[in-house]
Each structure stands twice: as C-alpha cells, then as structure tokens.
C-alpha cells in the first residue's frame, strides 16, 4: 500500500520569506504526485501534479515543486511567500493502475503580514 | 454553476443514530469520493464509486455505507457502528477516462456526535 508524509504540521513564516514544505511517499512502482491546497473557508483544489517528463513542475500562484526520484520526494517551494497563501497543504499520490488518491496529514501555513 | 453540493454543512447527532450525508454533482463526473479529514491525519478514503450502481470500499469503510443509483449523487450514512464519527465529511468527483489527477471537492459537511 501507498502512504505519504508530510513533516511540518505547522509552518509559520513573515511575508516574502521563501517556503518548502516536505513530502516523502512510499510505493514502488511508477507514481502520480499532486500538492492541493485548502484556503479559509474554500473549497480543496489542485495546486500542482507530477505524471511524467520534467521533475520540476510550476504550479498557480508561483508553487513550484521538485520529483526526487531516488529520494522519494515531492516538495513544495515557493520564492517569496504572501499572507494570501495561508492555507493549509496537503501532498497527495496516486498509483498509475487507478484514479485514487492517498493524502498526508497535511501541513498548515500562516504568513504574518 | 458547475460544482460539487454537499449538505448539511453541519449535523448533530445522538450516539446510536444513523446519519446520511448528501453529495450531488453537475459535472458529468463518472467517479465520486467520500474522504473523511481529521486533524493531522490529513485526508482517508472512506468510499468510492467509478460507476452507476457500482462502489468500493476504500481505507476506512467500516461503520459507513454508500450508494450510487444516479451518476450525479453518491450518499454517504455513517451508522451507529462507526466508533468515533465526529469528522469533517468531504465528497469529491474526478473524470474516469483520461483522468488529469484533479479531484473536484464539495464543501465540506462537519458532523458532531454529542
């Protein structure tokens, strides 16, 4: 079976300072990666995904994150980070025989102005 | 708007009572999800559906049950057998064929067992 972990629960940075959030799988054969993001009171939607081709992958809002195969990673980073992007984050996969997700515990980030 | 509708946005229930959460979607969507979302615990598969009339149990079924009649609704009960059922409900649909790995997620439905 698939899992995913994240490591921050909570992430507290001042606006402009630069994010990466970690997320380590575990699953042996070939997978799909996605972030989602949750903001206060919305909906959660995809932020990016991974299938193939470049390991570094952009996403809205300035998100970009890196595949590391050997390392079994999938962080997200962001440059310059802004109260806006207080949300809370979670890392996702997928096996490539089917359309399930499995989701970490997530990690919640507060941008101080 | 095309989207997801879940209700009720809240629900109290008594221990010993069955409940039966809403999903229905406009999106022509053939799969629909129920994950449940606990603090730290992030996002666990309850049930799925990839087509009418079909479902399948995901990581944590137990002490729920699920049925698909119509493409666009997909309800969820929690019985009186699922033990700690005070949760945030979320209900999702995605494409089948040619699936982008994006889930589409309704609002939400927190229930409270008092």
């Known amino acids: 079976a698939q899992s995913v972990s994240q490591h921050n629960h909570h992430v507290i940075l001042s606006e402009a300072a630069s994010l990466e959030l970690g997320c380590n799988y575990s699953?042996?054969?070939?997978?799909?990666l996605f972030w989602y993001v949750q903001y206060p009171g919305q909906h959660l939607q995809l932020l990016l995904k991974y299938f193939s081709g470049d390991p570094l992958v952009k996403g809205i809002k300035g998100f970009e994150a890196e595949f590391i195969k050997s390392k079994f990673s999938f962080n997200l980073r962001k440059p310059s980070v802004q109260w806006s992007d207080t949300a809370e984050y979670f890392c996702?996969?997928?096996?490539?025989?089917?359309?399930?997700?499995?989701f970490g515990g997530g990690t919640r980030l507060m941008v101080k102005p | 708007d095309g989207g997801i509708t879940q209700s009720p946005k809240y629900l109290f229930r008594k221990e010993g009572q069955n409940v039966t959460l809403s999903c229905e979607q406009n999106?022509?969507?053939?799969?629909m999800y129920w994950y449940r979302q606990d603090p730290g615990q992030g996002l666990r598969l309850i049930y799925y559906?990839?087509?009418?009339?079909?479902?399948q149990k995901g990581d944590i079924a137990e002490g729920y049950s699920v049925s698909r009649e119509k493409k666009e609704s997909f309800p969820l009960t929690v019985t009186s057998a699922q033990k700690n059922p005070t949760a945030f409900y979320l209900c999702a649909s995605s494409m089948q064929q040619g699936w982008s790995g994006e889930l589409f997620f309704g609002e939400g439905s927190r229930l409270t067992v008092l």
């Open positions: 559906s990839q087509i009418v009339n079909d479902f």
């Open positions: 699953y042996g054969g070939t997978v799909n």
């Open positions: 999106l022509n969507h053939d799969a």
């Open positions: 996702a996969v997928a096996n490539n025989a089917g359309n399930m997700l499995t």
